[in-house]
């Protein structure tokens, strides 16, 4: 007899399907394959004889009985939600009393019906659903890691209580919408419900009742054979994975009869017929299609498109400081120019001033904070794709003055700046220069009375744009 592979991988898997998973349908088979009351130890072997006889390990009829072939092997077929009641279940919802809710209630009418029908086609495979108490105990009772004494982390103890299951989407309370975005105190309830990301669940777990022979029904011998978990995203947690060709999973119970179960899973859903995969496709294709359009008349017909072999920049920029100047209420003025072939729209400004600005103290140097936004766009067209006519960059022009107390304007540097030609955020820092002139009498004249040495077009910082060289002889 060839010697079981059993699989020992008891993680979870994800899977993710598009089709209602009330479509599911799952195969699962159980069986028992040995106790130890069925080998019986032979005290001593008799003289001569190296070998056990074989009538050593046939079963002992006043230990085990008889036992009839549905209870030594199971094998049902499971729907997503489907109720299969244990033996438990039976006994106690017959009994009136012990229903308190109206699902109890709901139960005790099924299985009423069950008896009326000739009893439950299930012995010791049966499952819990999403409504079960089962379900919700398990949540609150899992364990997080695999130690034998498992101390709660703080963050354990804090998620204790939140239930990661279908709620209640209420987007009215008494009528009224709810407008407030803040909630400045927030209740305990509210934290637990929103502090973590809740996303509705589904969970059913299909269960053996492994007892002995003839004790059916006592909680104790319940053991969970596989847990699904189902989201509103269409992802599909089965816990522990289905079997295919990895072979059976094993189960010892630790009773007084140690006993070995072997069990398989196996996914049995029916796949969908060539007609219905092309109706769905054909579905699907009209679901895009209106919500295209739904985007389309969102964005409007007034979306202004880029022209074909156009480059478009866009430039949001930001003058932070200025510092190392030698007066104090400084400001900017700034300019973009833009390269020949470049262009920007009629209401586009491409130059401005800062606010006047006082300087504070930042160690050993005095800093003006500006903290002058700015925004551009310009577009680059050009027919000649060769590699000798890529674009020439924008420029970005500063100067840097300062005011006196009579108001009087004092050049304190000027700088040029060819904008960075690669997307994303960067950071600048660019020195500053200005004409001087030598002497005292000019220090005076540039303290008293404002003014000095400017140029009159700050394009000359650099070779200007519009500059075309000439070779003379």
Known sequence: ???????????????????????????????????????????????????IDLATFSPHPAASGHRPDEDEEEEVLIGWQEKLFSQFEVDLYQNEAACQSPLDHQYRLEILKLEDSGGRKNRRIFTYTDSDRYTNLEEHCQRMTTATREVPSFLVERMANVRRRRQDRRGME?????????????????VKNNHVINTPLQTMHIMADLGPYGKLGYKKYEHVLCTLKVDSNGVITVKPDFTGLKGPYRIETEEEKQELWKYTIDNVSSLAQPEEEEREQRVFKDLYGRHKEYLSSLVGTDFEMTAPGALRLFVNGEIVSAQGYEYDNLYVHFFVELPTNWSSPAFQQLSGITQTCATKSVGMDRVAYFSYPFTFEASFLHKDESADALPEWPVLYCEVLSLDFWQRYRVEGYAALV??????????????????????????RRFFIGGSLELEDLSYLRIPGNFKETSGK
């Open 419 to 444: 904008l960075p030609a690669t997307p994303g955020s960067h950071t600048l820092t660019v020195s500053t220069w200005r004409p001087m002139e030598l002497g005292t009498v000019a220090e005076l």
């Open 1 to 51: 007899m060839a010697e079981t592979v059993w699989n020992t991988d008891s993680g979870e898997a994800v899977y993710r399907s598009r089709d209602p998973v009330r479509n599911l349908r799952l195969r699962v088979h159980l069986q028992r394959i040995t106790s130890s009351t069925f080998l019986q130890y032979q005290p001593a072997a008799q003289r001569g004889k190296d070998l």
């Open 174 to 190: 008494g009528g009224i919408l709810k407008s407030r975005i803040v909630t400045w105190e927030p209740s305990e309830e509210f």
